[in-house]
């Protein structure tokens, strides 16, 4: 069975346990209350000396002892279903920690073949990149004084989005981000025409210090932005805490739903901060550790 399915009986078990407790609770109420009135009879019978009235009170308590008989029987099947139900529950615990864990160990597997991939990537990159030096400095001619070596540009944060989220949010948090310093990796500032889009990612990721994931219902509706994370992913085996997630227009139920494991990381909602203050968290962030 998969998690969902497992954990929608534990969610429906868990309202018919509660519902059955409550049942025995007020059962256990009536035979109490049955108690006491029998052990108020006995009292009276014990006192009394008119053989008329002593003949009433054996009746009454007979009647008291039969209606807790009664509920007595009805209490017993309700006992008996409560223990099957958290038998059942306790049982199904265990199957979904058992599924849980298989889940984990895939996506964990699934991250380290995307890295693998990327790894891979990198080093024909690296190879064709020796290539191309090499055939350079055979044929381009020596120019000792112009030289001038460039640095490798590397990147603050590395913006993962939904195409749809751009203009109520992305464009002008990346803008903002830009414009207080920060060196961001964002399609619109990165990408020009004749770009391979694949190629500019992968070096867009592996260049990045951190992965701002802007997560929304678009997000996890798109085949692109999830590859992106699952890249994320990949590179956090090798560095520590580099996704910064960004929940917009979404609530955790609805990230659990899609990826328990980014929903475990902590978050800023859009919803709780405006742009300037999300912008702030980030610089604090990334400066704290540049």
């Known amino acids: 069975m998969s998690i969902e399915t497992i954990s929608n009986q534990i969610v429906n078990l868990d309202r018919d346990i509660n519902n059955i407790e409550r049942e025995i609770k007020n059962l256990d109420t009536s035979i109490n209350k049955k108690y006491n009135e029998a052990a108020n009879i006995i009292q009276k019978i014990s006192k009394e000396k008119d053989l008329k009235r002593y003949t009433v009170f054996v009746k009454d308590l007979s009647k008291k002892n039969e209606e807790i008989?009664?509920?007595e029987k009805r209490k017993l099947p309700k006992v008996k279903s409560?223990?099957?139900?958290?038998k059942k529950k306790r049982e199904l615990l265990a199957s979904l920690s058992k599924e849980e864990k298989k889940e984990r160990e895939k996506a964990k597997n699934e991250q380290r073949a995307i890295l693998n991939i990327q790894q891979q990537i990198s080093r024909e990159?690296?190879?064709?990149h020796r290539l191309s030096l090499q055939i350079f400095d055979k044929f381009a001619p020596l120019d000792t004084e112009n030289t001038i070596d460039t640095p490798e540009k590397i990147y603050d944060v590395f913006i993962s989005h939904a195409s749809e989220d751009k203009n109520d949010f992305v464009r002008p948090f990346a803008t903002l981000l830009k414009e207080r310093g920060i060196e961001v990796?964002?399609?619109e500032f990165e990408l020009k025409i004749g770009d391979k889009l694949r190629r500019k990612i992968d070096e867009g990721l592996s260049k990045s210090r951190y992965g701002i994931v802007v997560l929304s219902n678009f997000f996890f509706s798109k085949e692109?932005?999830?590859k992106e994370l699952d890249g994320l992913f990949a590179i956090e085996d090798n560095k520590q805490?580099?996704?910064?997630p960004i929940w917009h227009k979404i609530s955790k139920n609805e990230i659990l739903k899609y990826s328990?494991?980014?929903a475990g990381i902590v978050a800023i909602n859009t919803s709780s901060f405006s742009i300037e203050e999300i912008v702030e968290k980030i610089i604090e962030k990334v400066k704290v550790y540049k």
């Open 185 to 187: 990796w964002f399609d």
């Open 69 to 71: 008989n009664n509920l």
């Open 125 to 128: 990159v690296e190879d064709r």
């Open 224 to 226: 692109w932005p999830q």
């Open 260 to 262: 328990p494991s980014i």
């Open 82 to 86: 409560l223990a099957d139900k958290q």
């Open 241 to 244: 805490d580099i996704i910064l």
